[in-house]
């Protein structure tokens, strides 16, 4: 089992940042993939960024030089910094595992991006 708890999300203007942090536990070594997902309301839930246990890195298209996700595995987080949020960013982020050949998921953090 994997467990997964997100923070850091809120409200924030138009071009400014957010750093979200996610909290791994359980059968970390197990872990192959970590990523962040989001659903905005009425809309599916997407891949935003991701990364793999070889240090590979992936992200969508609409967040590409403006995010960026990364690890601590000393300290068993994984984080999403979020630089020139725009409107369209507004979502609930999801933590994301793949481990013991089955996806977990975080219970969301929603960030709002408004003036």
């Known amino acids: 089992q994997v467990q997964l708890v997100e923070s850091g999300g809120g409200l924030v203007q138009p071009g400014g940042s957010l750093r979200l942090s996610c909290r791994v536990s359980g059968s970390i070594a197990s872990i192959s993939i970590m990523a962040w997902y989001r659903q905005a309301p009425g809309k599916q839930r997407d891949l935003v960024a991701r990364?793999?246990?070889?240090?590979?890195?992936n992200y969508a298209d609409s967040v590409k030089g403006r995010f960026a996700i990364s690890r601590d595995n000393a300290k068993n987080m994984v984080y999403l910094q979020m630089n020139s949020l725009k409107p369209e960013d507004t979502a609930v982020y999801y933590c994301y595992a793949f481990a013991l050949l089955r996806p977990y998921w975080g219970q969301g953090t929603q960030v709002t991006v408004s003036s």
């Open positions: 990364t793999t246990t070889g240090g590979s890195t």
